[in-house]
């Protein structure tokens, strides 16, 4: 079991309901009718619109680990994909105070994730997932993994930072909220590794400011990840690059994190115009946090 394999996860939360209303996909496009699109208000919340982003719930994410391949290089920039290859999507997100549902102007949005391949910026050498399981930076994979061995501490990579092994930063950046809450990135739909779902971390910092192309002070009010719904990935894992990888893919329901409260954080998809998936996604989300939380 790597150090990547072994994180800190919740028992699974209880049932929650996550069907969304997804046409079927044909081909390998995403039509304008096929839209993943969840409900993220309790019955009876309170919302309010927010231009340019979809409505706030007053809703507090839960906080989810930060894993061990954060690195607080705070590059303040809208696209960070540094001609990576994949699907393109835009995230955007809008940050609201949770207790009343309030936009957070001036918010910082840190995020990282892997590229198409399972590989993050920082930890190429360590392989797909920071695993050594495979793609460039590792051995060539050798089959399929189903599970770790039993009594294997649960997978997925959280157990404590990892030191980098490059200076690489593909694939992370901090953008700062608008007047209206809302903070957009240029990215692309990551890749997978062993033991967990595709995702995006993410992290709220209150209070900074930005110096130059860096963003700095402040304190961290959220830590959490961003999901990606199944029907979508089935099509995107069909597509080149992400079909070389072939370590099994781990499902929504399968992993712990997601199973713990990352449901709050299923992205909203959408495709960015008519045609095939690989014309790209705009990804949408609400983070509820309390702007006067520290860790």
Not at 136 to 142: A, I, S, V
Not at 145 to 168: M, N, Q, R, V
Request: glycine residues 16%.
């Amino acid at each position: 079991m790597t150090d990547h394999e072994q994180q800190e996860q919740s028992p699974k939360a209880g049932g929650v309901n996550r069907r969304a209303a997804l046409t079927a996909l044909g081909g390998a496009g995403l039509g304008a009718a096929g839209v993943v699109a969840l409900g993220r208000a309790a019955a009876g919340a309170s919302t309010t619109r927010t231009p340019g982003g979809p409505s706030p719930a007053c809703v507090l994410v839960p906080e989810l680990t930060e894993g061990p391949y954060y690195l607080d290089y705070e590059l303040f920039r809208r696209d960070i994909t540094e001609r990576k290859e994949g699907v393109p999507v835009i995230l955007r997100a809008t940050v609201v105070n949770a207790a009343t549902c309030a936009p957070i102007p001036k918010a910082a949005l840190d995020i990282w994730h892997c590229d198409a391949l399972g590989e993050y910026s920082g930890y190429t050498a360590m392989g797909v997932g920071g695993a050594n399981g495979g793609g460039p930076g590792g051995p060539p994979p050798t089959g399929t993994p189903t599970a770790p061995p039993p009594g294997s501490p649960p997978p997925g990579g959280g157990g404590g930072h990892a030191e980098p092994t490059d200076k690489l930063t593909f694939l992370r950046g901090v953008q700062l909220t608008d007047r209206h809450g809302v903070v957009e990135f240029r990215t692309l739909y990551p890749g997978w590794y062993i033991g967990r779902a595709i995702h995006i971390h993410a992290k709220v910092h209150i209070g900074g400011k930005v110096v130059g192309r860096k963003y700095t002070g402040g304190h961290v009010a959220h830590t959490g990840q961003f999901f990606f719904d199944e029907n979508v990935t089935e099509r995107i894992g069909e597509l080149q690059p992400y079909a070389i990888n072939t370590t099994r893919r781990t499902k929504l329901e399968e992993d712990g994190i997601y199973q713990s409260g990352g449901s709050a954080g299923l992205l909203t998809l959408r495709p960015l115009r008519k045609g095939p998936i690989t014309h790209g996604l705009l990804a949408t989300i609400v983070v509820g946090v309390n702007p006067d939380a520290t860790p």
